[in-house]
């Protein structure tokens, strides 16, 4: 039995990578890519959590709620024990929702539920707009975001994203297990993943991150430039 991680993101920009990683250096010929801006997804590209309306389409709305509903239950339950499956209470709870609603779901399943997806979310008109801008002025795109690997490539198609940063689920015999296969990319785990990602592919001349309160502090807090996006 073979596992792994869904391959999730191999050419999802529809135009080519800008501003090669180069080193700093002495002399004029020395230079470093332009800069790149880093964008959360729930809350700060689109209106609302993408995660249970993916459910929604694997299982059906109402019973993605009840599943919601019954796993937040039993995320108090345990961490009131110290129990807890996650690595704080949001993270059990989600940790609980996938294992109790994905584990079982052929991948293609899943992906057919993510091209479905797409009609139902609501982008936010003036985040989209700055990503755009941030590629029309040469600078990379990357969106990190605590959405699953599964859906986030159908979800991103259309758009310049250079890269994905995203909670990876676990694959056996081209069925999802319900479990995760990389931590789950918020707060802490997100603050991590980008700053590896910036020592990978950089240097870069600056730095750009967008998300919102409290889930993305961590991460803006690297960047040079940080912007608390509030969708009302």
Known sequence: MQTSA??????????????SPTTHGAG??????????????????IHGDSLLMFIGEVIGRNRARLAFLDALRSGLHRHARGRGPGVDF???????????????????????AAERLIHRIRWH??????????????????????ALDVYMP???RGLEVDDLLATGMEVEDNTLTGR???????????LERVRG???????????WGYGN???????LSIVDRPTVVKIR
């Open 6 to 19: 869904t391959p999730v993101f191999d050419a999802i920009a529809s135009g080519p990578s800008t501003g």
């Open 28 to 45: 004029p010929l020395a230079s470093i890519a332009p800069g790149v801006a880093f964008f959360d997804f729930d809350g700060t590209l």
């Open 90 to 112: 949001p993270g059990s709870v989600k940790t609980i929702l996938l294992r109790r609603t994905l584990r079982g779901v052929p991948v293609a399943d899943a992906l057919a």
């Open 125 to 146: 008109a003036p985040l989209v707009e700055t990503l755009k801008m941030h590629r029309r002025e040469g600078r990379r795109v990357v969106v990190a975001t605590g």
């Open 154 to 156: 159908a979800l991103l």
């Open 180 to 190: 995760l296969c990389t931590g789950n990319c918020v707060r802490l785990d997100k």
């Open 197 to 207: 990602w910036i020592a990978a592919n950089g240097p870069f001349g600056e730095t």
């Open 213 to 219: 309160r409290p889930s993305d502090l961590p991460m």
